[in-house]
């Protein structure tokens, strides 16, 4: 079986500093692992995904990701926040024929001026 | 071009009504799925259809029923509507195979249920 635990509801940061999102995954095998973003009243965007080659993945607006078999672990890093990165935050797992895809409940990141 | 579009992006009615949503993308994907996001944002999967056949059904009231009539469509039709069926509806798709697998989301359809 499948599931994800986002460690943290509400994340607050000051602009310019770091941000670190928590996300630890179970799986029965070798995961495929998601990091989502939701603006308000948005869509869900793909910020970058795990699927078996490099284990620190980067994607966009300069996040990243480590995946850790032995944590069990997908935190999500980003070295300097903008105010334009308060947002939701899913990390998700896919499925194992990816049929379904498994949201973790979310962090709010909230950036102060 | 939005890759998936649904439509009405809001929705108000009365309880007991039904009403439609719309999902179309243009991605070529052989997957849809409806989800359901409550006020906590918690995102729960509805449905999922491959290639035109219903995959996953997880726990969701008869009043609701998916209709996929071909692959690029998904539309959800919600009969005698509940207050507790206010949320916001966020149709995907994506295309199951290894290296491909990763969702793309409608803006959603926000739910109001008075």
């Known amino acids: 079986a499948q599931s994800v635990t986002q460690l943290d509801s509400h994340v607050s940061v000051s602009e310019g500093t770091p941000v670190l999102l928590r996300c630890n995954y179970s799986?029965?095998?070798?995961?495929?692992l998601f990091w989502y973003v939701q603006h308000p009243n948005k869509g869900l965007q793909l910020l970058l995904k795990?699927?078996?080659?490099?284990?620190l993945v980067k994607g966009i607006n300069g996040f990243e990701a480590e995946f850790k078999k032995s944590e069990t672990s997908f935190h999500l890093t980003k070295p300097s926040a903008h105010m334009s990165d308060a947002a939701e935050y899913f990390c998700?797992?896919?499925?194992?024929?990816?049929?379904?895809?498994?949201f973790g409940s979310g962090t709010k990141l909230n950036v102060k001026p | 071009d939005t890759a998936v579009s649904q439509t009405p992006k809001y929705l108000v009615t009365q309880m007991g009504n039904d009403k439609s949503i719309k999902c179309e993308q243009n991605?070529?994907?052989?997957?849809m799925y409806w989800y359901k996001q409550d006020s906590k944002k918690f995102l729960k999967i509805m449905f999922s259809?491959?290639?035109?056949?219903?995959?996953i059904n997880e726990t969701v009231p008869n009043r609701f029923s998916p209709k996929s009539p071909d692959k690029a469509h998904l539309n959800l039709h919600i009969n005698s509507l509940e207050l507790g069926d206010s949320a916001v509806y966020f149709c995907?798709?994506?295309?199951?195979?290894?290296?491909?697998?990763?969702?793309?989301f409608g803006s959603g359809t926000q739910l109001s249920v008075l």
């Open positions: 995907a798709s994506s295309q199951v195979r290894a290296g491909h697998e990763k969702l793309f």
């Open positions: 799986s029965s095998y070798s995961p495929s």
């Open positions: 795990y699927t078996s080659a490099a284990t």
């Open positions: 998700v797992v896919g499925g194992y024929n990816f049929n379904k895809f498994y």
């Open positions: 991605l070529g994907h052989d997957t």
């Open positions: 259809y491959n290639n035109k056949e219903l995959i």
